[in-house]
């Protein structure tokens, strides 16, 4: 079972890393393509509205598939996907080329997450959840700075490149471990009739869309702001980006290690404490290296925590429709940053980057009150 949830966590890893690598090179995208920022973050706009569509029709239509052929299947398209966007030639191209490269990603993440909520007991089914999702933080970890600094050092068709062959590496190692044959029940439409009259499950879900939409409004276009607040080049913006990874990696820990102790409520509480923190005190930032890097540390440990405590709480609210509702919250999750990232991009036209992180602050403070008012719930 550990080599299972290695190999998800894996897969996760380099779901994520095809997703944030985007934002990682928004600056060498701009310049390559001749494109202005906001028109760069439109890559993760259109990229949020494919995953926020797939993500439900890949558990409707594909719950008669072997899951060993799903999720191999995935990171197989995710390896294509973005081979040939590193082979684009301008952004005309580069654009449905990238819608296409994230259809992977709105299979496996989600899916990997039902697979193993089968394969474990329900005494961990929590725990197995929060571990795959580790592989979510340590992209941020190696993929955001390692996408900055390859992406910075040899162009953006580089950053793509590597994405695209680690999902080969993903795709040959889920295939090794993944047992042959399971299959999950199919999602009828009495099953989304009932996740959707369910209020709880209903907070949980639109919780996930503000928080997302909340912290893409600042971090789909962290680089540009890097730059322009303190003057950051490739090299800072790594190390930031590798910060803010670690930083997510010790919170996705301790949200692994004490959320069936805390309560999956409490541990989002947390987390999301930790984001708006983050996001109210930004624009003490500018002009300060150490404040921004005190930041993007406080931010990173609440960001990923708050991610996999979600899936997990979704589980725990009704284990029965966890096919559909843990799909949901992902394309939920995508939409919140198709979301940010358009508000982001059309505030820095209008205003510039000074008060970007308010916008932020506004919807992840009804995500809080939202989260509140499930947890009175027993959720």
């Not at 197995?128 to 970890?141: D, E, H, K, P, Q």
């Not at 680690?166 to 439409?189: C, D, M, N, Q, Y």
């Not at 029965?320 to 820095?348: E, P, R």
Request: positive net charge; hydrophobic residues 55%.
């Amino acid at each position: 079972m550990q080599g299972i949830l290695l190999a998800f966590a894996f897969g996760n890893f380099v779901i994520g890393c095809g997703i944030m690598i985007v934002a990682a090179m928004l600056n060498d995208l701009a310049s390559g393509l001749q494109i202005t920022v906001p028109e760069a973050g439109g890559l993760i706009g259109v990229a949020g509205i494919v995953l926020f569509l797939g993500a439900p029709l890949a558990a409707t239509f594909t719950s008669g598939i072997a899951r060993h052929r799903l999720l191999v299947g995935s990171l197989v398209a995710s390896a294509i996907g973005h081979l040939l966007c590193a082979a684009a030639p301008n952004y005309g191209a580069l654009l449905p080329l990238r819608m296409f490269a994230v259809l992977g990603a709105a299979v496996f993440t989600p899916q990997a997450a039902v697979t193993i909520s089968l394969l474990m007991p329900a005494c961990k089914r929590n725990g197995a959840i929060v571990t795959i999702f580790l592989g979510w933080s340590v992209a941020s970890v190696a993929g955001m700075p390692l996408g900055s600094l390859v992406g910075g050092t040899f162009g953006w068709r580089a950053g793509f490149l590597l994405v695209g062959l680690l999902s080969v590496i993903a795709a040959v190692w889920v295939a090794r471990v993944t047992p042959k044959g399971l299959t999950v029940p199919s999602v009828s439409p009495a099953i989304w009739r009932n996740l959707l009259t369910n209020p709880p499950l209903r907070g949980v879900l639109l919780v996930t869309l503000l928080v997302s939409a909340g912290q893409f409004t600042v971090q789909s276009y962290m680089a540009p702001l890097l730059r322009y607040s303190i003057e950051a080049t490739p090299a800072i913006l790594s190390a930031y980006f590798l910060l803010f990874g670690v930083s997510a990696v010790i919170g996705n820990m301790l949200v692994t290690r004490y959320v069936d102790r805390l309560g999956v409520s409490r541990a989002v509480a947390l987390s999301l404490s930790a984001i708006l923190l983050s996001q109210l005190l930004w624009p003490l930032s500018f002009g300060s290296p150490l404040i921004s890097a005190v930041l993007f540390a406080v931010w990173g440990a609440g960001a990923f925590g708050t991610g996999s405590a979600q899936q997990a709480r979704l589980v725990s609210v009704d284990s029965s429709v966890a096919s559909a509702s843990i799909a949901l919250n992902s394309s939920l999750l995508y939409a919140g940053q198709a979301i940010g990232a358009l508000v982001g991009g059309w505030w820095i036209e209008a205003a510039g980057y000074e008060m970007l992180s308010w916008w932020s602050s506004l919807l992840l403070t009804a995500a809080i009150l939202m989260s509140v008012w499930v947890g009175r719930r027993g959720y």
